[in-house]
């Protein structure tokens, strides 16, 4: 790839950033900055009553701190339009399909599981629901890869990949708590703010594969990934908000120089009991 690059972080306000997101952060800036590009920040905002809107601001001034400059897009709770039209959109082309099932009931009837867990086994693709005033979307990905073909994507860190999305099975789409799926609302922004390399994290690698599908569904362009390292804990688990992993807004407001903690990240110099974890199959 050639040229400026393009690329971005976003945070979702229900917690505060940790290391973890730091060094998610440093890898996208520092990615742009190595070709004159962009790094954007997006408030990924539209999880609910899990949202906190007072974070973004938290979030701003974190990567202030750190020495990481950045553009603002939209938050994607401005962006609810965009994704309902696209669910409309594959919905009208026949790979939508409600369903009524909890996840309880998914993870009991699962014969096979995935990278991200239990992989729906279709109950109601097979049974649709008769009555479901509020069901979730799911994607017919066996139908939507017949229509898409072969795909292939790039990972500029482990590289050329064949697009296998049946490994997650019907994904949701659309959610009853919130108005469209991680797979759905990160792949419509990426392309909508133009990003041309997607950062993120090593547990992601395998939604890469839905996504690529969905580009190709909804005729959006290919960007490339690059899926780093984690930062996990001394459980061996990634640091995690619900695990109450230390936040950057602590160590900024305790007086922590932020720029010497982003040179420290960039050589891998850890906190204590804290290492990378590049596997792809890491544990939440």
Known sequence: MTGPI???????????????????????????????????????????????????????????WLGLAFEEVPAQSTRIERYREAANNLRAMGLLYP????????????????????????????NPPLACPDPVWRLDVEQASELAGPLTWFDERRGPQGARPAMLGDVVIWRRDAPASYHLAATLDDAEDGVTVVTRGADLFAATHIHRLLQVLLGLPEPRWHHHPLLTGPDGRKLAKRRDAPSLADRRRAGEDGRALAEALRATRFDTGVSLDDSLDLAP
């Open 6 to 64: 393009i690329t971005r972080f976003a945070p979702s306000p229900n917690g505060p950033l940790h290391l973890g997101h730091a060094y998610a952060a440093i890898v996208a800036h520092d990615r742009a900055a190595q070709s004159g590009g962009r790094f954007l920040l997006r408030i990924e905002d539209i999880d609910g009553a899990r949202s906190r809107s007072e974070l973004a601001d938290e979030f701003r001034a974190d990567l202030a």
């Open 99 to 126: 369903c009524r099932c909890t996840r309880a009931e998914v993870a009991a009837a699962a014969t096979l599981h995935g990278p991200d867990g239990p992989i729906y086994p279709g109950t109601c693709l097979r």
